[in-house]
């Protein structure tokens, strides 16, 4: 016997490209390919998200402070302010490797396509309250894709060239005065 009834809301996903790719990619990859990685993950090649909260790593200083920027872009475009990243950490997928359906904490969940070759699959996110719809984003290397961390997403399994993202998990602390001021007159 179901009890619950759903009642479907709007929910977003954004986008935006990193405008200092060109700079940041062979800087952070080089950081990235000398980073020692945990190796927990069967189905992932490298990654270091068992480190996801240290955030004294060499990579993490220098690319945090544009995360931190995006954020707040993202964050005045749609509402929100003050975010804060809790955990970061990097993802490199060579082929047949994968990340199944999950979903993160927080709030939201940031991903930095750092490396994403033309046909590399790209995220999909589950429509997140009726569940009944999958959602392919439209990203390409340099952007960075942001949406609601309770949104189960994967990324299915590489066929071809590696693929390198960065992935964290953040929350904004409140809504903006001028969405607050909208609010307000419903």
């Known amino acids: 016997m179901n009890i619950v009834t759903k009642y479907p809301i709007n929910c977003f996903y954004t986008t935006v490209p990193v405008m200092e790719h060109s700079y940041i990619k062979p800087k952070l990859l080089e950081m990235i390919d000398s980073h020692p990685f945990d190796g927990t993950n069967p189905d992932i090649s490298k990654v270091d998200w068992h480190s996801s ?60 396509f750092l490396e994403l070759p033309d046909d590399a699959p790209r995220t999909e996110l589950i429509s997140p309250f009726l569940q009944n719809e999958k959602i392919v984003v439209d990203v390409k290397e340099g ?6 961390s309770i949104i189960i ?3 299915p399994v590489v066929t071809g060239d590696r693929k390198t ?9 409140q809504p903006n005065p001028s969405t607050l001021e909208s609010i307000n007159s419903l």
């Open 143 to 148: 952007d960075i894709l942001i949406f609601p």
């Open 153 to 155: 997403h994967k990324a």
């Open 53 to 112: 909260m240290n955030f004294d790593r060499e990579w993490i200083q220098f690319i945090k402070p544009y995360l931190d920027n995006y954020n707040k872009i993202i964050g005045d475009a749609t509402g929100y302010e003050n975010p804060t990243i809790t955990d970061l950490w990097f993802q490199q997928y060579i082929k047949n490797d994968k990340h199944d359906w999950h979903i993160h904490g927080q709030q939201m969940v940031g991903v930095y």
């Open 165 to 173: 993202i960065l992935s964290w998990n953040f929350h904004y602390e």
